[in-house]
T-cell receptor
Framework: DAKTTQPPSMDCAEGRAANLPCNHSTISGNEYVYWYRQIHSQGPQYIIH???NNETNEMASLIITEDRKSSTLILPHATLRDTAVYYC???????????FGTGTSLTVIP | DTEVTQTPKHLVMGMTNKKSLKCEQHMGHRAMYWYKQKAKKPPELMFV???????INESVPSRFSPECPNSSLLNLHLHALQPEDSALYLC????????????FGSGTRLTVV
């Protein structure tokens, strides 16, 4: 039931911006996009979410295309602690269920 | 309190044992969830509770039995498990309704021997 597509892995140099793309071409007009990350064997951690406008918080920025078919999570200054699997999730259109896609494994390199 | 607490953190059980996983939250969330996560795979939704009633069972085998005794507690009763049931079991909670984010616990690492 996952409705998102992400690259399986990415590398980023420490201190540089990490840009993680997500395709959600079947998204409906009132469905939010959520981003979570999971550091090895811990529970998923909320990062950010959005509907149509770009969003920014203390952790990251979320850029959603005008047609809402894709989005990009930006970690502005990646650190080694940002190494994790990042999941882009679109909530099920039948309720509030999160169905995880395969995510992107981000490795931040010193 | 903005946490979901899961106990125990680690559990080893035999195939004939009966054990329970516990999940607790005090955020006033009325939706609670169980997920199963195998190594190097994404979490898979197992059960959804809404207002203490089971609303979704994702075709989970009956050896997994969920229970929601009150709005703060969620249990997962385990009986006659198989080694392939070894996994990280995650609990989450949220407000009821669409487009509410989840808060996840740190999980219970289950090993069936």
């Amino acid at each position: 039931d996952a409705k998102t597509t992400q690259p399986p892995s990415m590398d980023c140099a420490e201190g540089r911006a990490a840009n993680l793309p997500c395709n959600h071409s079947t998204i409906s007009g009132n469905e939010y996009v959520y981003w979570y990350r999971q550091i090895h064997s811990q529970g998923p951690q909320y990062i950010i979410h959005g509907l149509k406008n770009n969003e920014t918080n203390e952790m990251a920025s979320l850029i959603i295309t005008e047609d809402r078919k894709s989005s990009t999570l930006i970690l502005p200054h990646a650190t080694l602690r940002d190494t994790a699997v990042y999941y882009c999730i679109v909530i099920s259109n039948t309720g509030n269920q999160f169905y995880f896609g395969t995510g992107t494994s981000l490795t931040v390199i010193p | 309190d903005t946490e979901v607490t899961q106990t125990p953190k680690h559990l080893v059980m035999g195939m004939t044992n009966k054990k329970s996983l516990k999940c607790e939250q005090h955020m006033g969330h009325r939706a609670m969830y169980w997920y199963k996560q195998k190594a190097k795979k994404p979490p898979e939704l197992m059960f959804v509770y809404s207002y203490e009633k089971l609303s979704i069972n994702e075709s989970v085998p009956s050896r997994f039995s969920p229970e929601c005794p009150n709005s703060s507690l969620l249990n997962l009763h385990l009986h006659a498990l198989q080694p392939e049931d070894s996994a990280l079991y995650l609990c989450a909670s949220s407000q009821v309704g669409r487009n509410y984010g989840y808060t996840f616990g740190s999980g219970t690492r289950l090993t069936v021997v």
